[in-house]
């Protein structure tokens, strides 16, 4: 149950609706202040992604979900971040959106672009959702957490999982590496999924400003392993060119 102010669940634990719009379920130990990425990353990826850096990748998701999906169905983002990728399928498809995150400063932004969806704060782990809720799901690049994914897609739904391919960032990764090497495309373990069609997706970017390429930076896992002579000749770059390539795994339950 909910209405404009809380949100209820049959055992009668209820929780309070944000100014913003979205509601926090996670527990009181784990509120989402403390966990996932901060305000300052939020806000960065959000205006990097807003550029349209990665609108092929966008555009291939809703093309996904407008074939795999119908008027009306329920359509969740899981680890939406700061909700690019969900604003931008619900321009597009008139579906009831939903997407959650486990940083709240990523579902506050998501939830400020006042789109046609509902977002929450929650764990990957423990999704709440019922079983079998959700037509259709994507997960792009975050964790996977097959039994939890299982559970809340349908019997006839999909989902949409997004990993680098094999020359993505490598214009990047030539900069900071003395030896840059190409992703290997492997494949989260996927039990009780089956992969039911591969899509390749790939185009180039040209960023003209430092800001916009620590933007990448931060974005990336790399920001985490670079070494010290890495960082410094990114730090001297004022524009930066890159392929970037994704492989979106279509899934349904095997």
């Known amino acids: 149950m909910r209405d404009n102010r809380t949100w209820a669940c049959e055992s009668r634990h209820s929780y309070d609706v944000a100014k913003e719009g979205y509601v926090n379920l996670l527990s009181a130990q784990k509120s989402g202040d403390m966990t996932g990425d901060n305000k300052e990353m939020a806000r960065?990826?959000?205006?990097?992604?807003?550029?349209?850096?990665?609108?092929?990748?966008?555009?291939?998701?809703t093309q996904s979900l407008a074939q795999y999906s119908a008027h009306g169905d329920s359509v969740l983002d899981i680890c939406c971040g700061e909700g690019y990728y969900t604003a931008?399928?619900?321009?597009?498809?008139?579906?009831?959106?939903?997407?959650?995150?486990?940083?709240?400063?990523?579902?506050?932004?998501?939830?400020?672009?006042?789109?046609?969806?509902?977002?929450?704060?929650?764990?990957?782990?423990?999704?709440?959702?019922?079983?079998?809720?959700?037509?259709?799901?994507?997960?792009?690049?975050?964790?996977?957490?097959?039994?939890?994914?299982r559970?809340?897609?349908?019997?006839?739904?999909?989902?949409?999982?997004?990993?680098?391919?094999?020359?993505?960032?490598?214009?990047?990764?030539?900069?900071?590496?003395?030896?840059?090497?190409?992703?290997?495309?492997?494949?989260?373990?996927?039990?009780?999924?089956?992969?039911?069609?591969?899509?390749?997706?790939q185009g180039e970017i040209?960023?003209?400003?430092?800001?916009?390429?620590?933007a990448l930076f931060r974005m990336t896992p790399y920001y985490y392993h670079t070494p010290s002579r890495g960082m410094k000749r990114l730090e001297e770059r004022d524009s930066l060119s890159t392929p970037i390539d994704f492989v979106i795994i279509v899934y349904k339950k095997a």
């Open 151 to 201: 559970r809340v897609i349908s019997d006839d739904g999909v989902l949409l999982s997004a990993i680098p391919g094999r020359d993505h960032l490598i214009g990047l990764k030539e900069v900071l590496y003395d030896t840059p090497y190409l992703n290997d495309e492997k494949e989260p373990q996927a039990e009780g999924f089956k992969v039911f069609e591969r899509i390749r997706v």
């Open 44 to 61: 960065s990826r959000r205006d990097f992604l807003n550029k349209g850096y990665y609108e092929p990748l966008a555009q291939a998701v």
């Open 88 to 149: 931008y399928a619900a321009e597009k498809l008139n579906r009831r959106f939903y997407g959650f995150d486990l940083s709240k400063s990523m579902v506050r932004l998501a939830a400020k672009r006042k789109i046609s969806a509902q977002f929450f704060v929650a764990n990957i782990a423990a999704i709440p959702i019922r079983d079998g809720a959700v037509k259709a799901a994507f997960h792009l690049f975050a964790p996977f957490h097959a039994a939890e994914f």
């Open 206 to 214: 040209s960023l003209d400003s430092r800001e916009d390429i620590d």
